[in-house]
């Protein structure tokens, strides 16, 4: 079920719609901030459910008290046109009104908006509110009323609320893009890369861009932000709906947007790759030039080719920037732009051919280096076959030797002692021998493999049980986990013993006493085979895991207990010539080998 919705979820097709529902939700959110402005629906109506308390309101009462005051005030004749309200002011000099009644009481009966100055104190309608008045003009020798009919309130209350409405239902509707738009842009996040079937990371054509010019793709939509409040048509409009200039705006507004967030997208997903694939800082061009510097610099250090190299390539780049300049400089003069341009042409050539020859000699220092280090590697691989095959025959007959040594009867007990110890010393001579053999055979390739289907299982179990004795004799306890089926695998079992061999002897040697071995046998679901072998070491593992399979190297520095220094290195030689990956891994004093194979399903009869 699993895998079946993840491979829904990275279906190209859910994606594609995903992005067309982003790109729908982001334009329609745009859309209707436009719609906003373009119809003047104020926020506040969101919050306050009366007109005459607004702040809108209250802007335009103070602006018909200073009008109506610089109106006063004002020796020229001047008149107010399209009042929403009406007035009386008057001094000591003259008496101004746009009303025809000059009464106090007929503007009392504006009770939402009301307002009135008579000596130095101003006062206000039974229900209007006093606190949108920031102050009428202090001066005692006038006297002002302006009165906002009730009919225009009622108007203006049924327009607040349609607003409200307009507006709580829009800004739900905003939210609600934003939310989703948000989710399935962070579903494209964490889907981008990955295809249906795989896990590996899938890179497109324009991940290869450099980063710093995919931050281009970013740039319309700062255009489109800046340049959108100048391009929103502010025509005249009846109630809230729009007219048909602001109708097309709308359309071309909603083409644009919608443009711009798939550039804007395509941007940002590249990016997003580029970060799970590592390659994000990698990509730029900041870490491509630094990089180019810091390699010059090591190589001016160690190689004289590349030096010259280098050296020819700033000569290159400056000569060739003072030739184009000239080239431009006269290139209303035919005659010296050709001339100038041959020479760039030649220079490049120039610069091709010498380039060309440094490459040569460096691929041909470092085709000699390789070839070197193979021969130098062969060399000593024949060395030890070679001395290796040698010792085995003198060494075969001072076996023989001793063997026929031990067996006389008149041996003194001092020399039955000696003899014991020449036993004792020439088997682990013999053994470093074989070892040396077997190694030099299993890295050189030249070995004979029988590969054949066993069963790991069984071949652990074997192994323990022929070591049973030097079990015993450490007086360490093994503890076995493993499975109840058989774990095929293909592989040479003669081999494969030696190396288990080889590292259950290891752990015998080296592990601290009183602790247990671990062997422990997992099959994956994937078809491999693991054998973790885990110990507890006796002794300071102040080395790395690569050093101690290094030949002849061995954990005990001070080389207290019996060992050549090649079981390990054997192991994993023997295990890779097998098929297999060989680990060594160490925490602490955690002592940890690795083994992994492929398994293989054998037919049911």
Request: negative net charge.
């Amino acid at each position: 079920m699993d895998t079946k919705l993840k491979n829904i979820s990275r279906s190209p097709l859910t994606k594609s719609i995903a992005s067309i529902l982003i790109i729908i939700l982001i334009s329609m959110m745009i859309l209707q901030l436009v719609y906003i402005d373009y119809t003047n629906l104020e926020i506040e109506s969101i919050f306050i459910t009366e007109y005459k308390n607004s702040k809108i309101f209250a802007d335009e009462v103070n602006k018909a008290i200073h009008d109506t005051y610089k109106l006063l005030k004002s020796e020229t004749s001047i008149r107010l046109k399209d009042l929403n309200y009406i007035y009386l002011v008057s001094d000591n000099n003259k008496s101004l009104t746009n009303s025809v009644y000059h009464g106090k009481e007929v503007y009392e009966e504006n009770k939402d908006g009301f307002f009135s100055y008579e000596n130095g104190i101003y006062t206000v309608g039974e229900t209007t509110n006093s606190s949108l008045i920031n102050g009428f003009p202090e001066d005692e020798q006038y006297i002002m009323y302006i009165a906002f009919p009730d009919r225009f309130m009622k108007e203006q209350q049924k327009l607040w609320n349609e607003a409200g409405q307009i507006l709580t239902k829009i800004i739900l509707w905003i939210i609600l893009c934003l939310v989703l738009s948000s989710l399935l842009l962070f579903y494209l996040i964490s889907v981008t890369g990955r295809k249906v079937g795989t896990d590996k990371l899938c890179t497109l054509w324009i991940d290869n861009v450099y980063t710093e010019v995919l931050f281009l793709g970013f740039t319309p939509s700062m255009v489109w932000i800046s340049f959108l409040p100048q391009i929103v048509s502010h025509e005249e409009y009846i109630g809230y709906s729009l007219n048909h200039i602001q109708m097309k705006s709308m359309y071309l507004i909603g083409v644009i947007t919608a443009l711009t967030i798939i550039i804007c997208g395509i941007s940002l997903l590249s990016w997003i790759r580029k970060i799970k694939s590592g390659r994000f800082i990698k990509d730029s061009i900041c870490h491509k030039i630094i990089e180019k510097v810091n390699m010059n610099i090591v190589n001016l250090k160690s190689y004289s080719l590349t030096k010259s190299l280098y050296q020819r390539q700033i000569v290159f780049i400056i000569t060739s920037g003072i030739l184009i300049l000239f080239i431009f400089l006269f290139i209303s003069m035919p005659l010296l732009m050709i001339t100038f341009l041959t020479i760039q042409m030649l220079f490049i050539y120039w610069y091709i051919r010498c380039n060309n020859k440094t490459f040569d000699e460096i691929n041909k220092g470092f085709n000699e280096s390789i070839e070197e280090q193979m021969r130098s590697e062969r060399m000593k691989l024949d060395l030890i076959t070679n001395v290796s095959h040698d010792l085995k025959t003198p060494l075969t007959s001072i076996i023989s030797y001793i063997d026929l040594l031990s067996k006389e009867e008149n041996l003194s007990r001092d020399a039955r002692e000696h003899v014991n110890i020449l036993i004792e010393k020439s088997d682990r001579l013999k053994n470093i021998v074989i070892d040396l053999f077997d190694l030099a055979k299993s890295t050189s390739g030249d070995i004979n493999l029988e590969l054949e289907i066993i069963d790991l299982k069984k071949l652990i179990e074997q192994t323990l049980g022929d070591m049973e004795d030097d079990i015993e004799r450490t007086g360490l306890q093994i503890k076995t986990i493993l499975p109840e089926k058989p774990v095929n695998i293909v592989a040479d079992g003669k081999r494969l013993y030696r190396v288990f061999q080889n590292i259950i002897d290891n752990a015998l040697k080296y592990s601290l006493k009183g602790t247990r071995i671990f062997i422990e046998l997992l099959v994956e679901d994937d078809g491999k085979a693991f054998v973790n072998i885990k110990n507890i070491a006796g002794y300071e593992m102040n080395f790395a895991s690569k050093e101690i399979l290094q030949r002849f190297s061995r954990g005990d520095q001070s080389r207290t207990t019996e060992g050549s220094g090649l079981g390990l290195s054997i192991a994993e030689s023997f295990t890779n010539v097998c098929g297999g990956n060989f680990k060594i891994d160490i925490d602490g004093d955690m002592f940890k080998v690795i083994i992994s194979f492929e398994t293989v399903q054998l037919a049911e009869v």
